[in-house]
C-alpha cells in the first residue's frame, strides 16, 4: 500500500511546530534543547516502511527496556529555529532494536545526522517515567531563561525551589503538585546525567540542570510545554520580584493547602509547613 507523506503525521507537525515556538521563546538557541516523542507503531506504519531502517546505530547503554519503541526525536547539533523549514535534516522517526542497544533510523536525520545527544537523558527517562506513569510519552529538554538563571541565585534545595516556585504563580502548586527536582551539575550527553535525571523522574516530572537548563515529561505536547511554561513563568515572576526589591507579601502555605483541597491534589509530603 502506498505510504502517506510522514510530514502530514500529526506527530511529526507537532514537532516542527513546538520547536519552533520553543526558539521564538528563546529558550532554544543555536542547538540547545532536545525532544523525544513516543510514538505507536501504528501511528507510524501508515506513513513508513517500518520493515526497511535507513541506517543502524549504536548506543552506549541498555535501553532493552525500550525494545522496539518507536520516537520522534530532534537531532544532534541542530537548530530548532531551522526544524519546521527543514525537518527531514533536523529531526527523524527511530526505533529501539530489540537487543535495546541499537538506534534504527526510519526517517529524517538525513546527511548523517544523529539523535539528540541526549539520548541517555532522553531514553533513561522514558524508562523511568514509563514506570510511573504508563502514559508517558514526552520528554523535553531546554534552556528556559528565568528558571536557567534561578540556579544562580536560589538555594539549590529541591524544597526551597520547589517552595518559592509554589509561590510565585497560584497555579503553580496545582500544575506540578509533586514539585521539582534538581541534579548536581554534571556533562552533559553523558549517561551520568542520563542516570541522575531518570532517577528523579520517578518522583517529579520537573527536573533542573543547575547552570544549563531544565528537563520535563508529560503524557503530550501540550501537557509538557505546558509544565514547563509554568514552572518558567514562576521564574520570571520571581525574577521582577526580586528586582523589584524582593517579596513583600506571599502566598502562604496555609493558602496553598486551601488550593489543595479545593483542587483535589497531594503536594509533595513535608514541603508545606502545615
Ligand atoms: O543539544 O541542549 O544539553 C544541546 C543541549 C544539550
Ligand atoms: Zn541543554
Known amino acids: ?5 510522514i510530514l502530514s503525521a500529526p506527530y511529526v507537525q507537532e514537532m516542527m511546530k513546538t520547536c519552533t515556538n520553543l526558539y521564538r521563546l528563546g529558550w532554544d538557541e543555536r542547538n ?11 501511528w507510524v506504519s501508515p506513513f513508513l516502511d517500518i520493515s526497511k531502517p535507513i541506517r543502524k546505530l549504536p548506543i552506549k547503554f541498555d535501553a532493552e527496556k525500550l525494545a522496539g519503541c518507536y520516537f520522534a526525536v530532534t537531532g544532534s547539533g ?18 529501539i532494536s530489540n537487543s535495546g542497544d541499537v538506534v534504527e533510523v526510519l526517517w529524517g536525520l538525513e546527511n548523517d545526522a544523529v539523535p539528540t545527544s541526549e539520548l541517555p537523558s532522553h531514553l533513561m527517562s522514558h524508562i523511568a517515567r514509563l514506570e510511573v506513569d504508563p502514559q ?4 523535553m ?19 526551597a525551589l520547589t517552595r518559592t516556585l509554589w509561590k510565585m504563580c497560584t497555579e503553580c502548586l496545582v500544575v506540578f503538585p509533586e514539585g521539582v527536582s534538581i541534579i548536581p551539575w ?4 553523558s549517561n551520568e546525567i542520563g542516570e541522575a535525571t531518570a532517577n528523579k523522574m520517578k518522583k ?3 527536573v533542573v540542570w543547575p547552570q544549563h537548563g531544565i528537563y520535563g515529561a508529560g503524557r503530550d505536547m501540550d501537557e509538557t510545554f505546558g509544565l514547563i511554561e509554568t514552572a518558567e513563568k514562576a521564574a520570571k ?3 521582577y520580584v526580586q528586582a523589584q526589591g524582593g517579596v513583600r507579601q506571599t502566598l502562604e502555605d496555609k493558602n496553598l493547602k486551601c488550593l489543595a483541597d479545593a483542587f483535589g491534589i497531594t503536594p509533595h509530603e513535608g514541603y508545606l509547613d502545615i
Not at 500500500?1 to 507523506?5: A, H, I, T
Not at 554534571?186 to 550527553?189: A, E, F, N, S, W
Request: proline fraction near 3%; glycine fraction near 6%; charge should be negative.
Open 141 to 159: 529538554h531546554n534552556h528556559a531563561t528565568h528558571l536557567l538563571a534561578m540556579t544562580f541565585t536560589h538555594e539549590l534545595d529541591e524544597r
Open 186 to 189: 554534571l556533562i552533559p550527553g
Open 136 to 139: 508517558n510519552r514526552i520528554i
Open 237 to 239: 515572576v520571581y525574577t
Open 1 to 5: 500500500m502506498k505510504k502517506l507523506d
Open 78 to 95: 541542530k537548530y530548532f529555529k531551522n526544524i519546521e523549514e527543514f525537518p527531514a535534516e533536523n529531526m527523524g522517526i527511530i526505533r
Open 204 to 206: 517529579t516530572r520537573l
Open 32 to 42: 540547545g534543547g532536545n525532544i523525544s516523542y513516543l510514538l505507536d507503531e501504528d
